[in-house]
């Protein structure tokens, strides 16, 4: 095992956490690339970084469900060494609707794929990290998104309701941990093109939203992944319980 850093990036097959891992490898990290089924794009990735000469591992694992944590912070622990970083980055949401048509098991799903899965992980990286537990150090970056500010109504409230869970999480976890070694902070990400969208029965919902977007136009997952890298390196040293919008004015 070499003396390089060690990144956990949920979700990272595609999308934001795939730009993310890149983001990590290409700056040195060794990085834990995890995943929940679609082994196809995470593979793809995974050449593409190795390729660049970077180092990484892909990890099959429902975040949402904790055994799945605690085998995944096992074989890290076992194959890349200590983590200095985890991004929690998971996430998902469902077909747009209004409140009335949700079902119990849809809301239950969300949180526990958005925020259970989130909680999880964070406790398995502080019992690593902390200094109180003889630990070195390290960060936590939690995704949430702008929908916590707006509320995502008539589109899915579960899902902006979610991500306000996340921003009270890394508030009161960034408290808990300061003393410790630990920096907690987040990124809200505004509409930013990934496959996302889709999931929520509206693939080009960008287009249709982004004249109403300050900037005039989505955002692009490289852009999310530098906020990331940024809030989780020395360059933010004294930045915690910190939030970074990345919505383009919205
Ligand atoms: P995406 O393209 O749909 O990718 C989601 C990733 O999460 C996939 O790699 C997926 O794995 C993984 N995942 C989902 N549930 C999981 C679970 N239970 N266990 C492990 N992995 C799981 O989404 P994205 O747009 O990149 O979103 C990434 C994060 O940014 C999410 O937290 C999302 O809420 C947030 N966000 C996105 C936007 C946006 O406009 N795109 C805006 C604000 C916030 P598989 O590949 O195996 O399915």
Known sequence: MSNQKVAIVTGGGRGIGAATAKIFAQNGYAVC??????????NTLAQEIKALGGHCILLQADVSKEIDVLRMFEIVDRELGAISVLVNNAGILKQQTRLEEMSADRINSILVNNVTSYFLCCREAVKRMSTR???????IVNVSSGAARTGSSNEYIDYAASKGAIDTLTKGLS??????????NC?????????????GGEPNRIDRLKSKIPMQR?????????????????????????????????
């Open 33 to 42: 690339i995890n995943y929940k089924s679609n082994a196809e794009t995470a």
């Open 133 to 139: 537990r003889g630990g070195l150090g390290g960060v």
């Open 175 to 184: 408290l808990e941990v300061a003393a410790e070694g630990i920096r907690v």
């Open 187 to 199: 990124v809200r990400p505004g509409l930013i093109y990934t496959d996302m969208h889709a999931d």
């Open 218 to 250: 989505g955002g692009l997952p490289d852009e999310v992944a530098a906020a990331i890298y940024w809030l989780a390196s020395e360059k933010s040293s004294f930045a915690t319980g910190n939030f970074l919008d990345l919505t383009g004015g919205l």
